[in-house]
């Protein structure tokens, strides 16, 4: 079998979280809204109309590419970026080119446990364009309409360096691009709305001196179907090259129900499109102070976040990249630390109990009724011996139901802790006495025996006891009867 080098570049957009359109004054919560109410002369490019550029989404976009460690440019320039579409009623898009709002930057992040560096070559601002619509909303039969409610919607587009050399890399940094985005407040980042969105450039080649030729990959809605995507276009690719035919430049789009990319046109290169400055906008300064004001306003990023935990609480590198990849999580664990300052412990809870519930209720964390001093009690009473592991969690699950606090649910479920010896030594002897085949089957070398015992005596405490207690007790009667 040849040997064969896969490159890959992405391309991101990431809707910023601005209340009002790039540049007018439209609203930007489109989701659910009818086609076409949230327009106006401006974002529909009707002649005459001017557009006002709206300073929140740059200030965000600037923050997004000091984010990526990007040179930020003294002056960016809009450029007008000319194609038909029936989604682009202007016919032209306001982008930028030659003058973008950063470049040079890298992001890092951490792929199969090996920290990788990708370059990113250009941060820039530019406007969406409307969407088609081929069904639904009283379309005749064989019709489409328009929807033009994102005409104008603020976007950030990452561009990085072809350093990408295999789907699971490019998975893992567009999960770290969307957490510096989230994490920083310019997006909220949700592939499935459309708010971050990845094409992505795919080459083959048998050589690691030269690149293939370039296939640009669209229509991908979620981290799994760029993983598919990537992995079905790179063994395309392959096949075509060992079949003595040739990879044309072209661009594909990714059919997530048939698991295939399919051709949809050639692929334009930047003359295509017939760049020039748009005269309805001036060039915009950003000086030093303004640069050095949106630096001072960015948090912790992730992956810092990340290696923090890894030194400071001990976690390892999967423990930590979960806890940190969304900030809410990361900083409802350092604030549950506050009442309970044992990392481990908390850390095995907010990565099994917590994020399963979250997980079941279908909400996040900040829209959970639990807080961090609440789960920090309860893991110190389990850590104390004041109730058991299983009553913790099925309090917990109360918790998020009621957002009650652990002793008022204790005292509304009427659980107590059994710490009588006595009567734990009692309950196990009747564990004993009415289980003679486990008995013997322990006494005879079989260990899950005694197992089946313990749960025998915590079902009868209705989970009321501390495990190690009750196996302590139930070996010290087993062994005084040998």
Not at 38 to 61: D, H, R, T, W, Y
Not at 104 to 114: D, H, I, L, S
Not at 143 to 159: A, K, Q, T
Not at 334 to 342: Q, T, V
Request: net charge negative.
């Amino acid at each position: 079998m040849a040997d064969f080098y896969v490159t890959i570049g992405l391309e991101v957009h990431c809707q910023l979280l601005t209340k009002t359109k790039l540049f007018c004054r439209c609203g930007t919560d489109y989701i659910g809204k009818d086609p076409n109410t949230l327009v106006c002369p401006v974002c529909m490019g009707i002649p005459g109309s001017l557009p006002v550029l709206n300073q929140k989404a740059l200030e965000l976009a600037i923050k997004t590419a000091l984010a990526l460690r990007c040179e930020i440019l003294p002056q960016v320039v809009f450029h007008r970026k000319n194609y038909f579409y029936p989604d682009l009623p202007k016919g032209y898009q306001i982008s930028q080119y030659n003058f973008p709002i950063g470049t040079n930057g890298f992001v890092e992040f951490f792929a199969q446990g090996t920290k990788k560096r990708v370059r990113i070559k250009r941060v820039h601002v530019e406007e969406d364009a409307g969407k088609l619509v081929h069904e639904g909303l009283g379309l005749p039969p064989h019709s489409s309409g328009v929807d033009f409610n994102r005409c104008g919607i603020p976007l950030v587009e990452v561009v990085t360096e072809p350093d990408l050399h295999s789907p699971e890399e490019a998975r893992e940094y567009l999960v770290m691009l969307r957490s510096v985005v989230r994490y920083i407040g310019a997006s909220d980042g949700n592939m499935e709305e459309g708010s971050l969105r990845c094409d992505a450039n795919v080459s083959v080649s048998q050589s690691s001196l030269e690149l293939g030729t370039k296939v640009e990959v669209k229509n991908m809605n979620s981290f799994r179907s760029v993983f598919r995507a990537l992995q079905y276009e790179i063994e395309r690719q392959k096949k075509v090259i060992l079949e003595g035919g040739a990879v044309v430049q072209e661009t594909r789009h990714w059919d997530e129900r048939e698991g295939v990319t399919v051709s949809a046109r050639g692929k334009e290169e930047a003359e295509d499109y017939r760049y020039f400055p748009d005269p309805d906008l001036l060039p915009v300064a950003i000086t030093p102070e303004t640069i050095a004001g949106i630096e001072k306003t960015l948090p912790e990023l992730p992956l810092e976040r990340r290696e923090r935990f890894m030194v400071e609480y001990e976690l390892t590198e999967g423990e930590a990249g979960i806890l940190t990849q969304e900030r809410e999580i990361a900083d409802f664990f350092e604030a549950c630390l506050m009442e309970f300052r044992k990392p481990r412990l908390v850390c095995n809870w907010m990565l099994t109990e917590v994020l399963k519930n979250l997980n079941e209720l279908n909400i996040g964390i900040t829209q959970s009724r639990v807080t961090p001093e609440s789960l920090g009690e309860l893991i110190k009473m389990v850590d104390r011996k004041e109730i058991s592991g299983t009553i913790a969690k099925s309090i917990l699950e109360e918790m998020f139901t009621s957002g009650g606090k652990v002793k008022e649910i204790m005292a509304r479920k009427g659980i107590s802790f059994i710490t009588s010896e006595k009567e734990l030594e009692r309950i196990a002897r009747e564990a004993i006495e009415k289980n003679p085949q486990s008995v013997a089957d322990y006494l005879s070398g079989k260990e899950k025996a005694l197992h089946f015992l313990i749960g025998q005596v915590m079902k009868t405490t209705r989970g009321q006891a501390d495990p190690e207690t009750v196996k302590s007790l139930l070996l010290k009667e087993l062994r005084s009867g040998e």
